[in-house]
């Protein structure tokens, strides 16, 4: 018989179909033993489905395996998956059009515009999640026009003692203030040069560990440092870079420490300030060493009452930097200080100003420098851009510089035009 066939696999609906006839009336169940034309069942086929059903309730009933009650045996023991379904992900793409005059332009970061043209700044995927109690877990990683690197990749404590924190993987260093952001963070299209110059493209980041610990005071204190490889494609500028050396001591790695303090001024008007340091081993030598030395200020106000959307925030960092070279000891240092209004809802401009030096030897006098010889003096440059959110999950910017370069006969010039447009859930940016 066709229904007989599937009695097994098709139990779902012999189920359904026994409690919708079991839901009409006594006299449509006691109906003449021929076919009913509105259900197409004989009644032989109701007693196969009435038989299959019994089968089930006398397999739920008490005394039945797997019962807990009086008469039945102990229930199977259901074994528990720990799962974090609850992932945040998102996807992050900035594109630019880009003009210059300067037929070679001094861009250094990474995902800055760098020649006339389309350029594709990064499409960034971003996960997020808490794995257990212990741990979560962070990782962006960034599709280029021609590859995918692992930007970061780590897992961070959420459950020790003495209000230390751990974190363990690939990760940018809290070196001052922007370092360890992502463009989609930053109110200007490209990097100041100073962080592209002392760290490289990609920031200073590599493998690594690092611990933090905030300090039991009235106002916010965090201190850390941590440990990282100071060779591989995308360890710092200054340091081993690509040189691929071997670890045989602890001064073969890099090690970086930061103070971070926060203090609320008033409900309106806050204050972070900072100091960070890193050293480690460079490729000049054997036992060559870098030093870097950094502060940084970040003070903001915005109304906490009311629909005023006004937001003034300064931003300025600097950063001077110590190097062994061959028979010479080279210092440089740069900066650059920014100026964030927003006077509207969805309107923004920002100001920035940024200088470098050029390397100096220990007499103070220009030396030459194996990093960068042709910066034989100063550099400066001053941006500007309007920037505008269609919504929260989109941004367009317009911006301008000027790059006056010292060892450059006129002044480079450089205007970009910027789309940036996240889907998916993204974190809250740090303060």
């Given amino acids: 018989m066709f229904l007989s066939s599937r009695r097994v696999s098709g139990m779902t609906v012999l189920v359904a179909c026994t409690l919708f006839f079991s839901a009409l009336p006594a006299a449509a169940q006691t109906s003449p033993p021929e076919k009913d034309p509105g259900s197409g069942l004989s009644p032989e086929e109701l007693q196969e489905i009435e038989a299959a059903v019994g089968k089930d309730q006398t397999a739920s009933s008490p005394g039945a395996p797997g019962d807990s009650s009086p008469g039945g045996t102990a229930p199977l023991p259901v074994p528990r998956v720990l799962s974090n379904p609850w992932i945040d992900m998102s996807f992050i793409l900035d594109v630019a059009l880009a003009a210059f005059t300067a037929e070679e332009p001094l861009q250094g970061g990474g995902h800055d515009p760098s020649r006339n043209g389309f350029a594709l700044q990064q499409l960034e995927l971003s996960l997020s999640s808490v794995v257990d109690p212990y741990f979560r877990f962070n990782s962006n990683i960034v599709f280029s026009q021609f590859g995918v690197e692992i930007e970061e990749a780590y897992a961070t404590t959420l459950?020790?003692?003495?209000?230390?924190?751990?974190?363990?993987?690939?990760?940018?260093?809290?070196?001052?203030?922007?370092?360890?952001?992502?463009?989609?963070?930053?109110?200007?299209?490209?990097?100041?040069?100073?962080?592209?110059?002392?760290?490289?493209?990609?920031?200073?980041?590599?493998?690594?560990?690092?611990?933090?610990?905030?300090?039991?005071?009235?106002?916010?204190?965090?201190?850390?440092?941590?440990?990282?490889?100071?060779?591989?494609?995308?360890?710092?500028?200054?340091?081993?870079?690509?040189?691929?050396?071997?670890?045989?001591?602890?001064?073969?790695?890099?090690?970086?420490?930061?103070?971070?303090?926060?203090?609320?001024?008033?409900?309106?008007?806050?204050?972070?300030?900072?100091?960070?340091?890193?050293?480690?081993?460079?490729?000049?030598?054997?036992?060559?060493?870098?030093?870097?030395?950094?502060?940084?200020?970040?003070?903001?106000?915005?109304?906490?009452?009311?629909?005023?959307?006004?937001?003034?925030?300064?931003?300025?960092?600097?950063?001077?930097?110590?190097?062994?070279?061959?028979?010479?000891?080279?210092?440089?240092?740069?900066?650059?200080?920014?100026?964030?209004?927003?006077?509207?809802?969805?309107?923004?401009?920002?100001?920035?100003?940024?200088?470098?030096t050029a390397a100096h030897g220990q007499d103070g006098r220009l030396a030459p420098d194996p990093l960068d010889p042709e910066w034989t003096a100063t550099r400066q440059r001053l941006s500007a851009n309007l920037t505008f959110w269609p919504t929260e999950f989109s941004r367009v910017r317009l911006q301008a510089a000027t790059d006056r370069v010292g060892w450059r006969d006129e002044p480079d010039y450089s205007a970009f035009l910027a789309f940036e447009v996240v889907m998916g859930a993204h974190g809250a940016h740090a303060f």
């Fill in 159 to 356: 459950d020790l003692p003495a209000n230390l924190q751990l974190r363990a993987g690939q990760f940018l260093t809290r070196f001052g203030r922007l370092n360890n952001t992502h463009p989609h963070s930053w109110d200007f299209v490209d990097q100041p040069f100073v962080l592209s110059r002392v760290f490289g493209g990609e920031g200073n980041r590599g493998l690594g560990l690092e611990l933090s610990w905030l300090a039991p005071l009235p106002w916010y204190v965090e201190l850390l440092g941590s440990v990282t490889d100071a060779n591989g494609e995308s360890t710092a500028r200054s340091f081993f870079g690509a040189t691929q050396s071997r670890v045989v001591s602890p001064f073969d790695f890099q090690f970086t420490s930061a103070l971070k303090q926060f203090f609320p001024l008033s409900d309106a008007l806050s204050l972070m300030w900072g100091l960070s340091a890193v050293t480690g081993p460079n490729a000049s030598g054997h036992r060559n060493h870098s030093d870097v030395f950094g502060t940084d200020l970040y003070l903001k106000y915005r109304e906490v009452q009311g629909n005023d959307p006004t937001v003034l925030a300064l931003q300025a960092e600097v950063l001077y930097r110590r190097r062994q070279a061959p028979e010479a000891l080279l210092s440089d240092w740069g900066g650059y200080a920014q100026f964030h209004w927003r006077f509207a809802q969805r309107w923004a401009t920002n100001a920035r100003y940024e200088f470098g």
